[in-house]
């Protein structure tokens, strides 16, 4: 628990000094879910590549 509370108090660091509350919600939120989709993808839960290249074609073509 204390390595997230680091990791947090780093990450706050790092912004800009101007920072908003908001700013700050924004950027754990993203972390969160960055964090999470690491985890499914270190569990085998992720797409593989070629499925979201045929996904993407399906949006990019008109």
Do not use: C, N
Not at 24 to 37: H, P, R, S, T
């Amino acid at each position: 628990m204390a390595e997230v509370k680091q990791q947090v108090i780093r990450m706050i660091q790092s912004l800009p000094e101007e920072v908003s509350i908001d700013d700050i919600m924004a950027e754990l939120y993203f972390k969160l879910q960055v964090d999470a989709g690491l985890k499914e993808l270190d569990e085998g839960k992720g797409i593989p590549h070629e499925e979201i290249e045929k996904r993407m074609s399906k949006w990019l073509t008109a």
